[in-house]
């Protein structure tokens, strides 16, 4: 009797040292997976400065950007349009993602509930659809202003461009329902990343492939072959000029057109530099996160997933500097902001002796109340060179202004023809 029970104690003793073990492996795994998350302090507190570095200077850049495309007529175009609904997703993605994101560096781990861990991820997913998609779009608006100017005033109506907004958002939200209910991956936190994303359901699917080549190889394709035939279009017409100048060496224009080729090249080297930004952006930003994502999917290498994350981040505070400060317009536009005055404005008065008063000349009163009279010899010659100028522009297909889209030339642009004048 007394040994039957003994070896029910050793029995039962034997199974109690075998949970401890077992709970001692546990935790000596899950305590060994928390070092390897964590394990360079020092990555993870660069990762969180620079995170809400990026944040700071995301969320003032792109607002600043609205409220200078809204109040600035100048620029004020179908470009910008594309650019305001680029500027919105961004802030969005500084204000509800990179916080969290943030505090995932600072804690090394999650420290908000599953509903937050769901919402940030998709916002981030969208953020780059729409910015990919916004690009594209210009990138295609840039193409028809230059290859096929007669269907420009056609296709982009203020309706038209309103819905082709609304496509980008719809579509980039469209491709992650399947993922937000489930069906073809899942949002979760992810422990080797520290962060929530994109992981695989219970069925092992994930829709990160699908997504890069949806979201990112067709964006590119369209990108390469709309600049291409851009690029193909510009130099097949300066050859037209050089050939057209050779023929006629006594031109009495002859000057003039070598002045009006002379700036066509310069605006032929910003477009090379402005498409050039573009690209690298483009790559720079994205390229290396869908790439780490699909090469690395068992997520290997940690340290090469954040370093991608943080890359991706910077393109809520590059594509403001890209698309902004790179234009002399949208420059006069942040200065006019940051100065809180008003646009300039130009109006025209009769003066003495006109039509309305008797004298041949006009008075041009400007926002200060400077007042300038030309006279009528100088008033015809202002008016043609603005005829010419908007000839120019219709039928030229370069761009005088360094812009994500060319447009055509805007009453607003008459001040600045006035003041060349005089």
């Avoid at 077992?22 to 390897?36: G, H, N, P, V």
């Avoid at 781990?109 to 990919?132: A, E, H, Q």
């Avoid at 699917?205 to 690029?231: D, E, G, M, N």
């Avoid at 360094?402 to 004048?421: C, F, G, K, N, W």
């Amino acid at each position: 009797m007394e040994r039957r029970l003994l070896e029910v104690s050793l029995e039962g003793g034997g199974s109690f040292m075998e949970s401890l073990a077992f709970d001692s492996s546990t935790s000596l795994s899950q305590e060994a997976e928390s070092d390897s998350l964590s394990k360079d302090k020092h990555i993870l507190t660069l990762a969180a400065i620079t995170t809400i570095t990026i944040l700071v200077v995301g969320v003032v850049g792109n607002l600043l950007t609205i409220v200078a495309l809204l109040r600035c007529p100048r620029v004020r175009n179908v470009a910008a349009a594309f650019i305001i609904s680029l500027c919105v997703a961004d802030c969005m993605f500084c204000i509800l993602v990179l916080p969290f994101n943030a505090s995932l560096y600072i804690f090394g781990k999650w420290v908000f509930n599953d509903i937050l861990c769901t919402i940030t991820p998709m916002i981030r997913y969208v953020n780059v659809g729409i910015s990919l998609l916004s690009i594209a779009m210009i990138t295609i608006n840039r193409y028809i202003m230059i290859a096929h100017y007669s269907l420009y005033t056609r296709i982009y109506k203020p309706v038209w461009i309103a819905c082709m907004i609304i496509f980008c958002w719809l579509l980039s939200f469209g491709m992650l329902v399947p993922t937000l209910l489930g069906i073809w991956g899942k949002f979760d936190y992810e422990s080797k990343l520290i962060t929530c994303t994109i992981v695989k359901d219970e069925n092992g699917r994930s829709a990160k492939t699908a997504l890069f080549i949806t979201a990112f190889i067709i964006p590119c394709l369209i990108i390469i072959i709309c600049y291409t035939r851009i690029f193909w279009v510009v130099h097949s017409s300066e050859s037209r000029m050089r050939k057209h100048a050779a023929k006629n060496p006594k031109d009495i224009n002859r000057t003039s057109k070598e002045k009006k080729e002379a700036k066509n090249r310069r605006n032929e080297w910003r477009i090379t530099k402005m498409v050039l930004a573009i690209f690298l952006s483009f790559l720079v930003c994205y390229l290396p996160i869908t790439i780490v994502k699909v090469v690395d999917s068992e997520v290997q290498q940690p340290n090469l997933h954040l370093l991608a994350t943080i890359m991706l981040y910077l393109s809520a505070c590059i594509n403001p500097i890209i698309y902004v400060i790179m234009n002399k317009q949208y420059r006069q536009a942040y200065k006019t902001i940051l100065m809180c005055s008003r646009p300039r404005m130009l109006s025209t008065t009769p003066g003495p002796g006109s039509s309305h008063g008797g004298s041949n000349g006009m008075i041009l009163n400007d926002v200060t109340g400077n007042r300038k009279t030309l006279s009528l010899t100088q008033n015809v010659n202002i008016e043609q060179r603005y005829r010419d100028k908007s000839k120019d522009e219709v039928s030229r297909t370069m761009v005088s202004q360094v812009s994500i889209a060319l447009t055509p030339v805007r009453m607003s642009e008459l001040p600045q023809i006035y003041d060349d004048h005089l």
